[in-house]
């Protein structure tokens, strides 16, 4: 009889822990009001350089930063490549008046734009932009201050302006939130007051807003761990489950602005990549948000390089990079939106600048693509004879389908060989392509277009390429100095500048590389590399060795003497050989970086008049603490720091645990309910 009760007991104990388990992962799975939100807004799209751009010469309105007036036919193109919600931003700068009342006829004209999202049935977010540097970085955290007040007035129109509005209308609080002059602690109290601030205005106005969508930045929308933190407890506080959390993410700043760290898989320091880094990013904010109910949003995201030409950043690199961000943003259940100010997709055409770019935007609202491991460039320079050509793939859940050259499809087993996620092409194809060229040919041999059973195509250029040849020139340090270069097939992926004691001679003296688009820039076309004066006006007088790496691996060692203003230079000799740099350490406690620079002039037909020339406002991550003005050229900063640097150690050491801790009280809680049911079980059987 006890072996029967025991067995019984035994059989309700496991009956209790079965059910307290499916309990745990029902609530698991249950989704809150923002995180159901964030799942309707898709992906997204920035209008950036419009309604947020102001010049203080005399204001221009949407079209202040060179951008054309926005049309009905723009947000119709937004919808039709499948953006599902719009990030609308807004700057009062030069539309608000002593009183704090903003220009009802701009305003009139930001609705017409709302409204004509809505007719798209797109997600709306009404975001406050430029103001945070402009004016409300100087808020001394007063309540009295007239910027706190000029906050609050500001929001206090929007509210009552859009109050009528339905659920698709969402309101952020405030662009990159910084402060002038004060640490961390005093920064992340003061938005924590202006978060609140703009919490109360909205939740007490009227229509629609008692359970309007609200959007809460981190301060400057950074990743940094205390911030993070910050912006959650802050959230969790209030209680509202219609609160959503937004950071932006712009990649490792070497990378993103390249600055000698061309490919997305490259190693930055330790054994950190900027796909390492993407992820310990992305997973530190899921933890912390989505773990305890709180939704996020990448309000914007892209790279930085874009800001300064669309071909600082290495086309095939950039396309893994957008390819990973939206699917590891997706699998961590966040939003996405696309920082574009005119860059991407083209306000007059409607169509991507760049079509590649655009498919793989497109592409990765919904499936993975697949892509070649290394470089999107084969060269054929060095090849031997008997050495092989390959294409490793990354095939990211797909299958090779196809080989394309133009028309023609490449036949397996003679074109090529195919197995397990490798390509080879064979001699005869190879011969048959460069057969076509004259013997002294450098350049694009083939492009071919690889297609799979899903995702976007992936391109593929063979090139025939030979070392690279660089005259002597001369200038001057406050004009720059144009090399000569005859490229012969290949293009510039780095270089080093030291000067005669080996010491980094650069603008960003803590790292090895000089930064593209903004210490040089190449020409292929016009057969150039110029060194610019941003960089130039760092050396002293003296002899300086330059180390340029091209993509194909060829090195080019330079010398540059210079005299004054005079500067001159020359390709050294075989025998010279400087010491090739290696990929540095981390660098220990720098500042965190920004590069204020020009926008894109959107690309306008021919028979178009040329805007006024417009001013880019910082779109990195972090701002520089000091007033900005308005810019011809690239500000001469010094950044010390990389961003997302957090070690798998620290990683464990420094995220909360709170949905890890709440899932153990739990099974805690139910092991002595079970205990407990267990000894009331036997004593019962027992009396039987």
Do not use: C
Request: aromatic letters at 12%; hydrophobic letters at 35%.
């Amino acid at each position: 009889m006890k072996k029967k009760s025991l067995f019984i007991a035994i059989f309700i104990s496991m009956f209790f822990v079965a059910l307290g388990n499916n309990s745990i992962k029902t609530q698991a799975a249950e989704k809150t009001a923002s995180q159901k939100y964030v799942d309707r807004m898709g992906s997204g799209w920035n209008l950036g350089n419009s309604f947020d751009g102001f010049d203080t010469g005399g204001d221009l309105g949407e079209e202040s930063w060179g951008n054309p007036i926005v049309t009905r036919e723009l947000i119709q193109a937004v919808k039709a490549k499948g953006f599902d919600s719009i990030r609308l931003p807004f700057t009062t700068e030069m539309r608000i008046d002593e009183n704090n009342v903003i220009d009802s006829e701009f305003l009139d004209r930001y609705e017409k734009v709302v409204n004509y999202a809505l007719e798209e049935d797109l997600l709306i977010m009404v975001n406050v932009h430029h103001d945070s540097w402009s004016w409300l970085a100087n808020w001394n955290g007063d309540t009295e201050a007239e910027e706190f007040k000029k906050f609050n007035n500001i929001w206090e129109q929007l509210a009552e302006r859009f109050k009528d509005y339905d659920d698709r209308v969402m309101f952020e609080s405030i662009n990159e939130p910084q402060f002038y002059g004060v640490d961390d602690a005093v920064a992340i109290e003061r938005l924590t007051a202006l978060n609140q601030s703009f919490y109360n205005i909205i939740r007490n106005s009227d229509g629609n807003n008692a359970d309007r969508m609200l959007v809460l930045p981190t301060l400057l929308t950074d990743n940094a761990q205390n911030r993070l933190d910050a912006l959650q407890q802050h959230i969790l506080s209030l209680e509202d489950p219609n609160l959503i959390a937004t950071i932006h993410y712009y990649s490792e700043w070497v990378y993103s602005a390249n600055v000698g760290i061309t490919r997305f898989d490259e190693i930055l320091w330790d054994e950190v990549t900027s796909r390492t880094s993407m992820i310990s990013v992305f997973d530190r904010v899921h933890e912390t948000f989505t773990q305890n109910g709180i939704g996020v949003v990448i309000g914007e995201y892209g790279l930085l390089g874009y800001d300064k030409g669309d071909d600082v950043n290495q086309l095939g690199e950039t396309l893994k990079y957008i390819e990973m961000l939206n699917h590891y943003a997706q699998e961590k259940g966040f939003n996405t939106m696309l920082w574009d100010n005119g860059q991407h997709l083209n306000r007059y055409t409607y169509e991507w600048n760049n079509p590649l770019f655009g498919e793989m935007i497109e592409v990765s609202m919904h499936t993975r693509s697949a892509y070649a491991t290394g470089l999107n460039t084969t060269f054929l320079g060095n090849k031997t004879e008997d050495e092989q050509v390959g294409i490793e793939l990354t095939l990211n859940g797909q299958e090779l389908v196809a080989i394309y050259l133009e028309e023609r499809e490449l036949v397996r087993g003679t074109d090529y060989f195919y197995e397990d996620g490798s390509i080879i092409l064979s001699q005869s194809f190879l011969d048959e392509i460069t057969q076509q060229y004259e013997e002294n040919y450098t350049g694009v041999v083939a492009a071919l277009q690889l297609s799979f059973t899903n995702g976007a195509d992936w391109h593929q250029y063979l090139v025939k390429s030979e070392t690279p040849v660089m005259s002597e020139a001369s200038g001057e340090k406050t004009t720059g100095l144009s090399i000569p270069t005859e490229f012969n097939g290949n293009q510039l992926e780095k270089v080093v500048s030291k000067d005669q004691d080996g010491a980094i001679a650069s603008h960003n003296d803590w790292w090895d590389y000089l930064e593209n688009g903004f210490e040089f820039y190449q020409n292929p076309a016009e057969g150039s590399i110029f060194l610019t004066s941003s960089y130039l006006n760092v050396l002293s007088d003296g002899v300086y060795s330059l180390h340029f790496t091209f993509y194909n691996g060829e090195t080019v060692e330079y010398r540059l003497l210079v005299d004054g203003d005079s500067v001159s230079g020359i390709q050294l000799t075989e025998g010279e050989d400087l010491e090739q740099p290696v990929n540095p350490e981390e660098p220990i406690n720098p500042e965190e970086p920004t590069v204020p620079i020009e926008p894109v002039q959107p690309v306008e037909p021919e028979d178009s008049v040329d805007p006024e020339e417009p001013v880019e406002i910082v779109k990195p991550e972090v701002p520089v603490e000091i007033e900005p003005d308005k810019i011809d050229n690239v500000i001469e900063i010094e950044p010390s720091k990389t961003k997302e640097q957090v070690s798998e150690k620290e990683k464990q050491e420094t995220l909360p645990n709170a949905g890890s801790k709440t899932i153990w009280i739990s099974y805690l809680g139910l092991g002595f309910l079970i205990a407990g049911i267990g000894v009331f079980s036997l004593n019962f059987f027992k009396k039987l």
